[in-house]
Nanobody, 123 residues
Framework: QVQLVESGGGLVQAGDSLRLSCAAS???????AGWFRQAPGKEREFVAA????????RYADSVKGRFTISRDNAKNTVYLQMDSLNSEDTAVYYC?????????????????WGQGTQVTVSS
């Protein structure tokens, strides 16, 4: 069983940066960690993912070059550094963990979820 707790959300202005954290307990049960986001009235969408082992990463086209996912294996924590934020990044951000090999790009690929943290970008 994996438990995920996100932190770091908040209200920022367009162009600002924000770093989200996701603390994972029981991490040994997962091979990948990912970030998703869900804006009001929209489906949950993939943002970024990372493998716990090699640190390989994947990004959605909409955040590539602006967001950076990283992990600290010693702390069992995954981070999402978000730069050059804009109003379209406003959403609840969720951390997720995947048990089996292979990157996942849809919510159903992931086995465990955090409660989410709100990110609001004012223009």
């Amino acid at each position: 069983q994996v438990q995920l707790v996100e932190s770091g959300g908040g209200l920022v202005q367009a162009g600002d940066s924000l770093r989200l954290s996701c603390a994972a307990s029981g991490r040994a049960f997962s091979r990948y960690a990912g970030w998703f986001r869900q804006a009001p009235g929209k489906e949950r969408e993939f943002v970024a993912a990372i493998s716990w082992g090699l640190g390989d990463t994947r990004y959605a086209d909409s955040v590539k070059g602006r967001f950076t996912i990283s992990r600290d294996n010693a702390k069992n924590t995954v981070y999402l550094q978000m730069d050059s934020l804009n109003s379209e990044d406003t959403a609840v951000y969720y951390c997720a963990a995947k048990r089996y090999y292979g990157f996942g790009y849809i919510a159903d690929d992931y086995d465990y979820w955090g409660q989410g943290t709100q990110v609001t970008v004012s223009s």
